[in-house]
Nanobody, 113 residues
Framework: QVQLVESGGGLVQPGGSLNLSCATS????????MGWYRQAPGKQRDLVAS???????NYADFAKGRFTISRDVPKNTVYLQMNSLRPEDTAVYYC???????WGQGTQVTVSS
């Protein structure tokens, strides 16, 4: 089993930035697509960004131009750099391993003045 541990969330003002990290327990991280998803209260969990083993990236429309997904294979870690944050970005952000039901515990991001 692969363990996924997110960190880096917190309270930030509109226009601010956060960098989320997802640390994995195994180097099998390098043979699976990794994704960031978010879920606000009362809403479904939606894709934010993903990155394949070949480094191809995909972004939700709301994330394009503001968020960047990246990975550090030796550190078994995937990142989500979030800039120009808006109140509507407030949600719990989850790291996903592959395309199955394998998720981290989530990290809270709150954008508020």
């Amino acid at each position: 089993q692969v363990q996924l541990v997110e960190s880096g969330g917190g309270l930030v003002q509109p226009g601010g930035s956060l960098n989320l990290s997802c640390a994995t327990s195994e180097s099998s991280f390098s043979i699976a697509t990794m994704g960031w998803y978010r879920q606000a209260p009362g809403k479904q969990r939606d894709l934010v960004a993903s990155i394949t083993v070949l480094g191809r990236t995909n972004y939700a429309d709301f994330a394009k131009g503001r968020f960047t997904i990246s990975r550090d294979v030796p550190k078994n870690t995937v990142y989500l750099q979030m800039n120009s944050l808006r109140p509507e970005d407030t949600a719990v952000y989850y790291c996903r391993y592959g395309l199955g039901d394998r998720w981290g515990q989530g990290t809270q991001v709150t954008v508020s003045s």
